[in-house]
């Protein structure tokens, strides 16, 4: 069998872990062949490929990024995407494709074996942690450690200046990083996309941090919205999943605590940066174990699954049922982090 791998949408650290383990394990146990498609799906489309052997995937564990490199491609939107798919599959005698990717990527890959039969398995990956049938993704615990870190070091200069510093992190639509890092850091108000903020409460929050002689960290996804405003973005253009470009709501959200409570306030945006680097001892791991399983599903003919996650057990469940709906932030659970606040 000659099974093609490929990894799609934003980079994550972990990715190179799963290609290790679903390369290793299958030529190891079940003398498979691999190719990798460049650029995710673009690869696939233009028959972009690269050979994938235990050589190839040698001493990429600890590497961040992806060796097979990452793109927003979606065939769907492209003339003749899927056609060109499928005939390079079969140019190549790729038997199966092992898709490693968020919501966009995976959403392809069950399109792809739901309607036209193309023999799937899916690998879930984000670091927004924010897919359902899963209980983590890797790449997350890495990125809530970037922010973690960072916010910690903020705490210092927020001191020493006595000033508000907002810290934007990534979360389109939920909230985990915010959550989970924010909470890990001491920030002293969280702001999640699943919860509309009233900006009167948020200054009341800071201003109550200064009474106390302590200097504030607001800690904000990129998605989270004012109660009585819009989301704020970089730009109006889309990608071809028809994503916006999000970040701004830090810089907008810190001129108005200036301008209400007339305490100085600066912005920090992590950004690509929690993407970046060396993988979590976590990450790895999970990463490892989800490539071991996902090359087992291809053995099994097992497709149109995703690995996920549940408990300590990584089990199968189906890609379109895992991307149907976001897994987005309990309230109960962000009801939790409210006594920190102020």
């Not at 990715?15 to 062949?33: C, T």
């Not at 109550?208 to 109660?227: L, T």
């Not at 690995?307 to 939790?336: F, H, S």
Request: glycine share 12%; hydrophobic share 40%.
């Amino acid at each position: 069998m000659k099974v093609g791998v490929l990894t799609g949408g934003g980079d994550c650290p972990g990715l190179n872990a799963v290609i290790r383990s679903v390369v290793r394990k299958g030529v190891q146990e079940y003398a498979y062949e691999f190719i990798g498609f460049k650029d995710g799906w673009r690869g696939a489309v233009e028959g972009d490929t690269v050979p994938l052997g235990i050589p190839a995937v040698r001493g990429i564990l600890p590497r961040g990024g992806t060796i097979l490199g990452s793109s927003r491609t979606n065939p769907f939107k492209l003339e003749n995407g899927v056609r060109r798919i499928k005939e390079n599959l079969a140019k190549y005698e790729v038997d199966a494709l092992v898709a490693i990717g968020g919501e966009d990527t995976l959403g392809v890959a069950a399109k792809l074996y739901d309607e036209y039969g193309i023999p799937c398995v899916g690998v879930p990956k984000t670091i927004d942690n924010d897919l359902s049938a899963t209980d983590y993704t890797f790449g997350f615990d890495t990125a809530v450690g970037i922010a973690t870190e960072a916010i910690d070091r903020l705490h210092t200069t927020a001191e020493s200046h006595m000033r508000v510093l907002v810290v934007e992190v990534m979360g389109r639509h939920a909230g985990w990083i915010a959550l989970h890092s924010g909470l890990a850091g001491g920030a002293n108000v969280i702001l999640i996309p699943e919860q509309r903020f009233d900006v009167d409460q948020v200054c009341a929050w800071v201003a109550s941090r200064f009474k106390a002689s302590y200097a504030p960290i607001v800690c904000v996804a990129e998605g989270a919205m004012p109660k009585d405003g819009e989301l704020v973005l970089k730009d109006a253009t889309t990608d071809s999943f028809g994503h916006v470009r999000l970040s701004g709501v830090g810089e907008w959200l810190a001129k108005e605590i200036e301008a209400r409570t007339g305490k100085e306030a600066r912005t920090t945006v992590l950004g690509h940066i929690q993407r970046g680097g060396t993988p979590s001892a976590f990450d790895r791991w999970l990463a490892t174990r989800f490539g071991l399983h996902a090359i087992d599903a291809v053995r099994d003919g097992d497709f149109g699954k995703m690995v996920a996650l549940q408990g300590t057990d990584i089990v199968r469940v189906p890609i379109a049922e895992a991307t149907a709906k976001l897994k987005t932030v309990d309230p109960a659970l962000y009801e939790e982090a409210g006594v920190f606040f102020g």
